[in-house]
């Protein structure tokens, strides 16, 4: 016996506003209201290639940026707490442009270092990095 979703089954209070549905008018507005159209905008398939040099991006987001050492990570001061020490290394060589806080903030990628500077998602972060670029 095939069952339906919980959530889609009648007399529940998400009767017809189900997630799994792509197709329902509830989906569509929620897309609509988040994109300001049904469909979000799709992110290019080279957008790694196509992301700013970390050392131009990083140079101007992190404050009291060093100079590289002989791997290619250079030390500044964390803008996601209160710091006056350089606690934070970026990668300024290669494409994904990592980092790393020792305070305890976290690490990641060129994008997820710009998410989490705007408070922005995924998606809004790369378009946001590609439209920079230009």
Known sequence: ??????????????????????????????????????????????????QPDPATYYGQHVAKLGKPNGTGWAQGVCPFHDDHNKSLSVCITGKRGGWRCFAGCGGGD????????????????????LEVRG
């Open 1 to 50: 016996m095939i069952r339906r979703p919980r959530n889609d089954r009648p007399g529940s209070a998400n009767f017809r506003a189900s997630i799994e549905r792509k197709g329902n008018p509830a989906y569509l507005a929620a897309l609509r209201q988040m994109y300001s159209t049904s469909k979000p905008a799709r992110i290019p398939d080279n957008w790694r290639d196509r």
């Open 110 to 129: 060129l994008v997820g270092f710009h998410s989490r500077l705007r408070g922005l998602d995924f998606r809004a972060a790369v378009r946001e990095l």
